[in-house]
């Protein structure tokens, strides 16, 4: 059995091919050169473009997002063609501090496979009391689970979603569960009832216990002598 190291594999190629994969990776792991071709191709509709970490993410307001990301899916120098991933934010409180602008954030994660780069895009929800952004799935089909999961933990509404149901919380589920104000242990609990033979709810159970590790204790504490 004969072993081909890269080099070996590489030194097939023609040189034109082996100087357009040198091109393509140097695209790629350049952060800067992909933030300018971003910020030609969106112009004005960007609100900020940050490279941090060697990623870049950009954040457009909420009546610009669709339009932002056709252009994303569609410019010859971005053709992020895939959609990663996509999720809610809750930065009412972000690092534990008061919170500063919009409350409700959508961040997608972008991939270009043929130029081999990828960008974070966030849209804010102009209204924290009801947040609202368009739908992307008419963009990325993909965005359908992710908007669902999206809404069901964070109440966040994609306007032009085709079926916008909650897709990991029983369909009875009062709340969204990853809002900082909901509760860790929740409103109800749900259990099989015997007698009655189904699922009932009941006001939850759960009572708080003390997690943070003492440092002072009492005498008997725990039963230590």
């Known amino acids: 059995m004969e072993f081909y190291s890269c080099s070996k594999r590489f030194a097939g190629l023609r040189p ?13 792991i350049n952060p800067q050169r992909l933030k300018a071709n971003v910020e030609g191709a969106l112009g004005d509709l960007l609100v900020s473009s940050v490279v941090r970490l060697d990623e ?16 994303l899916r569609d410019d010859p120098a971005c053709k992020f063609e895939q959609l990663v991933d996509l999720c809610g934010v809750d930065y009412s409180t972000y690092k534990d501090e008061p919170q500063v602008g919009r ?7 972008l991939l270009s496979v043929s130029l081999n780069q990828r960008v974070r895009l966030k849209v804010f929800a102009p209204d924290d009391s009801f947040p609202v952004v368009q739908s992307v799935c008419g ?5 359908d ?6 809404f069901d933990l964070f109440g966040i509404v994609f306007d032009g979603h085709a079926d916008l149901r909650r897709i990991l919380t029983d369909y009875g589920f009062i709340g969204h569960p990853f809002r900082k104000d909901f509760p860790i242990s929740g409103h109800v609990e749900m259990s099989y009832d015997a007698e ?6 009941r006001p939850v159970t759960i009572e708080p216990r003390e997690n943070i590790p003492r440092i002072i204790r009492e005498d008997n504490y725990g039963s230590l002598h």
């Open 16 to 28: 034109s091919h082996v100087h357009e994969r040198k091109a393509m990776n140097s695209y790629a």
């Open 56 to 71: 870049l993410t950009i954040v457009v307001d909420a009546a610009n997002y669709l339009r932002v990301a056709e252009i």
């Open 103 to 109: 409350r409700f954030c959508v961040v997608c994660h």
């Open 139 to 143: 963009i990325w089909a993909c965005a």
């Open 145 to 150: 689970w992710f908007e669902r999961e999206a």
């Open 196 to 201: 009655q033979k189904r699922v009932v709810y």
